[in-house]
């Protein structure tokens, strides 16, 4: 069974630029988490997603973050303008359902911002 | 809310030794799991072990096990026989046992870096 795929793994953007990730989840999973990782911190949740609808989006920073997961399969993350501070690593996860408590991660894509 | 505390940044052991990870959190729930997980330098967060609060049996998988004491809010995992591939940073979260919502989401602590000496 495959696992999360997460591209690109590594992305090096000026600051003001756009940046997409994308993440696919395992097949059936029916969630999705993106996670934000600080360098020497924990992952922070950014957005979970049932199917196709963003049902947890309070931490996404909207004026400059957006996601979507269209036909409930695979998600994109997009920032524009990058800033300095969003040099981290974005970790995708998935989970069979809402209520599983297993949540598989994928390698994460890590962002640099100069 | 909820929050977790993983106060030791870094731990070294010998291969084949004990080594024990400490993880304190904070809640107002009684109803909650508590996870560790291992993201080696690939980043790829892996689920090491896993308890139930209700659970008074503390949970273990092969050279992992846990010490859950819920009056004290703690939680650390002991890995026995240490291998080299142990290395990597240890994560210990937290997450509601009400699925509903911010509930459904992972906490993290810090994180520990462990270090294998050969």
């Known amino acids: 069974e495959a696992g999360v795929v997460q591209s690109p793994r590594y992305k090096i953007i000026e600051k003001k630029q756009p940046v997409a990730f994308w993440c696919n989840p395992i097949?059936?999973?029916?969630?999705l988490y993106w996670y934000l990782q600080n360098l020497g911190q924990g992952p922070e949740l950014l957005i979970r997603?049932?199917?196709?609808?963003?049902?947890?989006d309070s931490q996404l920073p909207k004026d400059r973050f957006s996601a979507e997961r269209l036909k409930g399969v695979d998600s994109t993350l997009k920032i524009q303008p990058a800033e300095l501070g969003d040099s981290a690593v974005y970790l995708c996860a998935s989970s069979l359902t809402p209520d599983t408590y297993e949540q598989y991660f994928g390698p994460g894509t890590r962002l640099t911002v100069t | 809310a909820q929050t977790v505390t993983q106060s030791q940044p870094e731990m070294s052991v010998q291969e084949a030794e004990t080594v024990t990870l400490s993880c304190t959190y904070d809640t107002s729930e009684s109803d909650y799991y508590l996870f560790w997980y291992k993201q080696p330098p690939s980043r790829q967060m892996i689920l090491v072990i896993r308890?139930?609060?209700?659970?008074?049996q503390n949970a273990t998988e092969n050279r992992f096990s846990v010490n859950f004491q819920k009056a004290a809010k703690s939680f650390s995992l002991k890995i026995s026989d240490s291998q080299l591939g142990d290395a990597a940073m240890y994560f210990c979260a937290y997450r509601s046992a009400t699925f509903t919502g911010a509930n459904s989401k992972l906490t993290f602590g810090k994180g520990i870096t462990l270090s294998v000496r050969p």
């Open positions: 997603y049932e199917n196709e609808e963003a049902v947890d």
């Open positions: 097949s059936g999973h029916n969630t």
């Open positions: 308890q139930e609060a209700y659970k008074q």
